[in-house]
């Protein structure tokens, strides 16, 4: 008899193929607790401490009752008297096989046995978490510990790859790993080297350039010597990089479980196929495996990224053989034609089209774009305006850059898609005209796959699948690929009234499957008794009912009031901190919450944002399930849910307008000016304030899509919420050069206040736009708005935001050359600012006045102003205004001839800005560096600088930003005997001055251009 136990995935034991019932989740802790220890005695109370949390009194009595079950099922567990122990002896053990593979491999030096024997060593992985997601912190500590080790698995495997010359093929398999992984070096290492013996040198290149950006962001770290060495060698093209053959050589023999010692040759191999001396691989080094998604990378002709935006396919797809074929031929032959997949909610549209979609990745090697565009809910479907920025976006078309109207969007998109192999996959379509908007423009290597509930006729398609309901076979195997495939042969006919129950339909399936898998002793004939009750049952799609109906009712009461809440909201994702807002609850229990969701499949995971916060993302089914439980559950008497719909919108957005404004004082020192505080802005725990409050733009920057939704909702619900989270929300869309955002969310804003009839949100809108459509360039408009506003504010007995409309009238002023009515608006504003306790907006009125002595060549004078501002921002106690003040007294201390001090200023705005993504501020600090590498006679540093600040302007959007780095750039040039460079350049900047009338500036342009030879 052959006894296989299991724990690379679900805690199984199998006895002659047949799977062992092992009963409840107890002893399933207990038989995965002894694995983990094989051969090895467990103390009785170390065996409590991982079956329980907090261990009962009866322990000792439950593990002993449990370890003589186990007996009775033939497991070699035993009871000694210094505890317990599972003694495998013949027994198969895949913890145990695993270990033993890997060791073989590192002791072999052939690459192709180390990758069979790590293939084979990865294949007795039956799920993506060890130990099937039990939680506790010894088996979540055992299953951290074993994905480390199976990634380790994965990088050697794919090394042995590259060893082989498989690095063409291993390049997507890089991509996505250092998607999952950025900060793993080894991973870059093999990234880089597969990409550039792919003969994509450009590309590997710009892969460790990304990476050495995201170490500097997430460790303030640089790469490891090996990375940098790696770099130096791709940069000089070194020949000694290139493949060749391994030379043939003894394969070393498997070593049984005892064997430990390593190959000489393999011990001393670098990780990035070099000697320990750095000299020349005779070999490729090797790359990890693994799936997943691909990272955007710099496009070889430099101008776009490669998008990789496809979500993670279901592990758990069967059938389909027949449509996945039909759609693969149809977009490797498309030429711009439209492959579309139609059927009924749950009926595995999305699945399958991911599912083709990955496996084609490599044939589209420009990239992959996916976007949801919720055509489920017409009310709510995605604008195709909007699809098309996120488009760009991912194209490497950066903030602003973003065209404003519509049709200009849908211009840029094509022609960035011209002449490239891009597979565009557009998941739950409305209706033809918003796929029509959507389309390739001509002709070519693109191919497109659209998934949509009903017949899109209207459009030209080479492949329409009209997928239907699986099979009972079918249905049967994917149940049972969830649930466990011996349950379903135990119970044969109740797992076919299951299938039956559930309509067939895949998602009914999965729901039912994961509830089975959540409870291992549950039968199969129980679980289809409660799914017969035909008033729990949808309609027309009553399997998809019936299952989200069941999960429901299994719910805790706080995760059924979290599905009703979290489903009233417009945000495509939420953080957890979202949830606490609609429960009203701990940060705590609304995590417990969410978990019961997850678990449930109520709920996905859908990734970590920016800040590092999980997100998660609710299917647009299990939405409309919930909205359609909210209004009956919230007014019943006793229901005990999150209260009456709108009460849940309104909690949530007062929460939002809380920490939206947490995020502007920890960032800037203060509200935004105008804001009465209508909103009774509140969190449901001081917990939720900790990311606003430590990282207030990279917290705002995770939640921008939330944002934006959240705003709009809020003109729907509350519009006093809705134009003070505008207002509050700006300062990220300023610094991240977010521009369609920020129109976006002012304008909403705007509306709101107007419909409700709010002249002080009126007022605070038109200034946000104004200062919009000053980052814009357009001076008219803003001047306008901004005029508008300060006349509101003053009409309401506001000075303090009224002020803050005049210190943004006079940056119009001084960038336009009205030098004396800058200085006259600064002079009257300081004392209002003063007054108002506003250490933001007298160091800004300060600087303005400093700002209009530097232009007039009056620097001494101007440096003690400047000073004097700096040391106001710093009294606001945020970092960002001082930032701003310290630029300017680096500058001055630079045209004075201190150019150490200015130095040392501009090295700290660079550091800071580099941090918050602040463009501007980067392209100011490297200006500043490039100007004294100039003083110093450093031409090669100050090229290096300025040239960093022209991309960086370029990125921003801002035609100014970037006109600002050219008069240095142009001189550095001369320097370097580039007249011709030079002269190109600073034309360029002059038309986009004299477009701007930014007098000044346009100046400087003209005397250095009087300079350059003809």
Not at 229 to 245: E, G, I, K, M, Q
Request: charge should be neutral; include cysteine; hydrophobic fraction near 45%.
């Amino acid at each position: 008899m052959t006894l296989v136990l299991s724990v690379l995935g679900p805690v199984e034991a199998t006895l002659d193929a047949r799977p062992l019932a092992l009963g409840g989740p107890r002893s399933r802790r207990v038989l995965a607790a002894l694995l983990l220890e094989a051969g090895r005695v467990v103390p009785a109370a170390g065996l409590a401490a991982a079956v329980w949390d907090d261990p009962p009194v009866t322990a000792r009595e439950q593990l002993q009752n449990v370890a003589a079950a186990l007996r009775r099922l033939g497991l070699p567990v035993a009871r000694t008297e210094a505890g317990f122990v599972l003694e495998p002896g013949r027994a198969e053990v895949d913890l145990r096989e695993f270990a033993r593979l890997r060791r073989a491999a590192a002791a072999c030096a052939d690459p192709a046995e180390i990758r069979r024997l790590l293939g084979r060593a990865l294949e007795l992985w039956r799920g993506p978490v060890a130990l099937g997601g039990l939680r506790g912190r010894v088996f979540e500590a055992a299953a951290a510990r074993l994905a480390q080790e199976r990634l380790d698995c994965v990088e050697r495997a794919l090394a042995a790859d590259l060893d082989l010359g498989r690095h063409a093929e291993a390049c997507a398999e890089l991509a996505g790993l250092t998607a999952e992984h950025p900060l793993r070096e080894r991973l870059v290492e093999l990234h880089v080297l597969a990409l550039h013996r792919a003969g994509r040198r450009g590309e590997a290149l710009a892969v460790f350039a990304r990476a050495r950006a995201q170490l500097a962001e997430g460790t303030g770290l640089d790469p490891r010597p090996e990375l940098r060495a790696l770099h130096a060698r791709v940069l000089a093209d070194d020949p000694a990089l290139r493949w060749t053959p391994p030379a043939p050589g003894p394969t070393g023999p498997t070593p049984g479980p005892r064997q430990t010692a390593q190959h000489p040759s393999a011990r001393h191999r670098h990780p990035t196929g070099t000697g320990p001396d750095g000299s020349a691989p005779g070999r490729a080094a090797q790359v990890p495996a693994g799936g997943g998604r691909q990272l955007p990378e710099q496009g070889t002709d430099g101008t776009g990224r490669r998008p990789a935006q496809l979500p993670a396919g279901t592990v758990a797809f069967v059938g389909r053989e027949d449509e996945a074929a039909a759609l693969t031929r149809g977009l490797r032959e498309a030429d711009g034609g439209v492959c579309v997949i139609t059927g009924p909610p749950g009926v595995g549209k999305t699945a399958l089209a991911l599912r083709v979609a990955h496996a084609l990745r490599g044939e589209f090697p420009d990239g992959q774009l996916h976007t949801d565009l919720r055509g489920a809910d017409p009310a709510g479907a995605a604008d195709p305006a909007e699809v098309l920025a996120a488009f760009l976006r991912g194209l490497g078309v950066d903030g602003p850059a973003v065209p404003a109207e519509p049709g200009e969007r849908a211009a840029l998109y094509r022609s960035l898609l011209a002449d490239r192999r891009v597979l565009v996959v557009l998941d739950n379509a409305a209706s033809e005209a918003q796929v029509r908007a959507l389309l390739p423009g001509s002709p070519g290597g693109s191919a497109v796959l659209v998934t949509a509930r009903r017949r899109l006729a209207g459009l030209e398609r080479r492949v329409a699948l009209e997928l239907p309901l699986l099979d009972e076979p079918t249905a049967l195997g994917l149940l049972g690929r969830i649930a466990g495939a011996g349950r379903v042969a135990a119970e044969p006919g109740a797992a076919r009234e299951l299938v039956r129950l559930c309509g067939r339909l895949p998602l009914a399936l999965r729901i039912v499957g994961a509830e089975l898998a959540a409870f291992p002793h549950r039968d199969l004939a129980r679980l289809a008794a409660r799914l017969g009750d035909e008033r729990a049952r949808l309609d027309v799609l009553d399997g998809v009912r019936a299952g989200l109906r069941l999960s429901y009712r299994a719910l805790p009461g706080d995760a059924r009031a979290l599905l009703r809440g979290l489903a009233l909201l417009d945000a495509p994702d939420c953080a957890s901190w979202t949830a606490a807002a609609v429960l009203d609850r701990p940060l705590a229990a609304a995590e417990e919450a969410l978990d019961s969701l997850v678990s449930a499949h109520l709920l996905e995971v859908a990734g970590r944002d920016g800040a590092g916060q999980s997100r998660y993302r609710m299917h647009d089914l299990v939405r409309a399930f919930g909205r359609e439980l909210a209004a009956p559950a919230a007014s019943a008497p006793g229901a005990g849910g999150s209260g009456d719909a709108t009460r849940v919108v309104r909690r949530v957005l007062a929460c939002w307008v809380a920490l939206a404004r947490e995020g502007r004082r920890a960032h800037q020192g203060l509200d935004y000016p105008g804001l009465g505080g209508r909103t009774a802005a509140r969190v449901p725990d001081p917990a939720v304030l900790a990311g606003p409050r430590a990282e207030p733009v990279r917290w705002l920057g995770a939640e921008r899509d939330a944002l934006v939704a959240t705003v709009r909702q809020a003109g729907r619900v509350d519009p006093y919420a809705c134009w003070e989270l505008a207002a509050a929300g700006e300062y990220v869309f300023d610094l991240r050069s977010d521009l369609a955002g920020w129109q976006a969310v002012q304008e909403a804003g705007l509306t709101a206040a107007r419909s409700a009839g709010d002249r002080t949100g009126e007022a605070v809108m038109l200034v946000g736009l104004g200062r919009l459509r000053t980052c814009r360039e357009e001076w008219g408009a803003a001047g306008e708005m901004l005029a508008e506003g300060e006349a509101l504010f003053e009409e309401l007995g506001d000075a303090h935001g009224a002020a803050y409309a005049g210190w943004l009238l006079s940056y119009l002023d001084r960038v336009q050359g009205r030098l004396a009515e800058a200085e006259r608006r600064c002079r009257r504003i300081a004392p209002v600012f003063e007054a108002a306790g506003d250490h933001y907006g007298h160091a800004h009125a300060l600087r303005g006045i400093g700002q209009v002595l530097f232009a007039r060549g009056e620097t001494g004078r101007a440096l003690p102003v400047l000073r004097e501002a700096l040391a106001v921002a710093g009294a606001g106690g945020a970092a960002w205004p001082r930032m701003c003040m310290l630029r300017w007294v680096a500058d001055a201390q630079r045209v004075l001839g201190r150019l150490a001090e200015a130095e040392a200023g501009f090295g700290e705005i660079l550091a800071f800005t580099v941090g918050s993504g602040d463009l501007a501020g980067q392209s100011a600090a490297r200006i500043g560096l490039g100007r004294i590498a100039l003083a110093r006679s450093d031409t090669a540093a100050a090229l290096h600088h300025l040239w960093e600040a022209d991309g960086l302007g370029r990125r921003s959007g801002q035609s100014l930003v970037r006109a600002l780095a050219v008069p240095p750039l142009a001189r550095a040039l001369l320097t370097s005997g580039d007249a011709a460079g030079a002269r190109a350049l600073l034309e360029e900047a002059l038309a986009s001055c004299r477009r701007m009338d930014a007098r000044p500036l346009l100046a400087q342009l003209e005397s250095a251009l009087a300079e350059v030879p003809a």
